[in-house]
C-alpha cells in the first residue's frame, strides 16, 4: 500500500464523500472539490430497502451490502457525534394478488428470511392503509436522514483534509496536475454532471429527474414507512415525505406541477385524506441502462478514475462499493464485471 498518496476526487455528493472517507482510512492525503450545489444526494429519501418490490426479489448483492453498510453508517455516527443511521420498517401495500403471491412464494426461502416477515391475519386486515391485496412487512429496512450524513461527513472530512468549494474546470487540468498542484491519482464522483466530463463522458450515465414532496397529514401512518406507487417516510410529528417521479433524460431542476399531481395521485392508492403540500423538490440522479454503478479506470489516462450510477439505491451501495474501489486504486485489487466499466468496450 503507498499510504502517501495524493489523490484529488471531484464532487461531493454521496459518492465523492464515501470515496474520501474510505481514502483516508488508508491514509491517503486527499483533496476535495466540489461547488456546493448537490442535485442528488441532499434530495434523496436515503431510504434502505434489500428488496424489490416488482417481482418481489432481492436486491442486488443485498446480503453483501447490508451488513457493511450498517457498520459504516453507526462508527461514522459515532466517530461524528451525530445520529441520522435510523431502522425503520417497510410496509408494502401490495398492487395485486400477483405481487401478494410472488410475497407468499419467496417468504418461504431461506435466502429471504433475513428480509421478509412471514404474512399474519393482520397483514391482511391492516386498516392503517388502503389494503385491498394484503400487505408485507420488510425486514432490515432503515433510512439515512441525508443532510445529517452529509453535513456530519463533510465537517469530519474537513478536519483532516483540503475541500475545496468551486466548480472543476477540466481545462484547468494538465494530467495529474490540477490548478499548479500534482496529485498521483483523480477520481470523477460529479453524478450527472458526468456529461461535462471530457474523460469519461462516453459512458451511458443518464440524467434520471426525481421529484418529491413533503406533505402533513393527520391520518398517514408515522412509526413505519408506507409503499405502494409511492414510497411514505415518516420525518416526525405530521410529517412526511413522499415520492418520488422519474423523468428520464431531464437535467432542469425545476419544481412542476405535473411531478406534484402525479405524486399525489400515486399517494391517493394509500390514503382518502387529502394532505397539504408543505414543500416540493427536485434532484437529478446518475443511472445506467443496466442498473450497476460505473466504477473503473480510464483506458488510456491511468491515475484518471471515475465512481458514479450508483442510482436509486445509493445509499445502500455507497459504503461497501466505495470501499472496494478504493481498495482497487489503493491495494490493486479487482473490481467486479458488473461494476467496472470495461464492460461499456464495444
Request: glycine share 6%.
Amino acid at each position: 500500500m503507498n499510504a502517501s498518496k495524493s489523490i484529488l476526487v471531484v464532487g461531493a455528493g454521496l459518492s465523492g464523500i464515501c470515496v474520501t472517507l474510505q481514502l483516508l482510512n488508508h491514509g491517503c492525503s486527499v483533496t476535495l472539490i466540489d461547488n456546493s450545489v448537490n442535485h442528488s444526494s441532499r434530495v434523496a429519501a436515503g431510504m434502505i430497502n434489500p428488496l424489490v418490490f416488482r417481482r418481489m426479489t432481492k436486491s442486488w448483492r443485498v446480503d453483501d451490502f447490508m451488513p457493511f453498510l450498517k457498520r459504516f453508517y453507526t462508527e461514522l455516527e459515532n466517530e461524528t457525534g451525530s445520529s441520522f443511521f435510523h431502522p425503520i420498517q417497510i410496509r408494502r401495500l401490495f398492487s395485486s394478488e400477483q405481487e401478494h403471491d410472488f410475497w407468499l412464494e419467496n417468504e418461504k426461502k431461506d435466502s429471504f428470511l433475513s428480509y421478509m416477515h412471514p404474512l399474519s391475519p393482520d397483514d391482511y386486515s391492516y386498516g392503517e392503509c388502503k389494503n385491498p391485496f394484503g400487505s408485507g412487512r420488510v425486514k432490515e429496512s432503515s433510512f439515512v436522514d441525508v443532510n445529517a450524513f452529509m453535513n456530519a461527513t463533510l465537517s469530519l472530512i474537513q478536519k483532516s483534509s483540503l475541500i475545496l468549494k468551486e466548480s472543476f474546470d477540466a481545462n484547468q487540468l494538465n494530467r495529474t496536475n490540477y490548478k499548479g498542484v500534482g496529485y498521483d491519482e483523480i477520481v470523477f464522483c460529479q453524478g450527472y454532471l458526468n456529461s461535462t466530463n471530457p474523460f469519461f463522458n462516453t459512458l451511458p450515465i443518464d440524467p434520471t429527474k426525481g421529484q418529491v414532496l413533503t406533505v402533513s397529514s393527520k391520518t398517514i401512518p408515522k412509526d413505519i414507512s408506507i409503499n405502494r406507487k409511492c414510497f411514505v417516510l415518516p420525518l416526525g410529528g405530521n410529517s412526511f415525505k413522499v415520492g418520488s417521479t422519474y423523468e428520464w433524460h431531464n437535467t432542469t431542476l425545476n419544481c412542476t406541477k405535473e411531478a406534484k399531481n402525479d405524486i399525489l395521485k400515486s399517494l391517493a392508492f394509500l390514503t382518502e385524506e387529502e394532505v397539504v403540500v408543505i414543500s416540493q423538490a427536485a434532484g437529478i440522479r446518475p443511472t445506467t441502462r443496466d442498473r450497476r454503478p460505473t466504477i473503473g479506470t480510464h483506458q488510456e489516462h491511468k491515475n484518471y478514475h471515475i465512481f458514479n450510477g450508483l442510482g436509486a439505491k445509493g445509499y445502500m451501495l455507497a459504503p461497501l462499493l466505495s470501499r472496494e474501489f478504493v481498495d482497487y486504486l489503493i491495494l490493486g485489487t479487482k473490481l467486479t464485471e458488473e461494476v467496472n466499466i470495461i464492460r461499456f468496450k464495444s
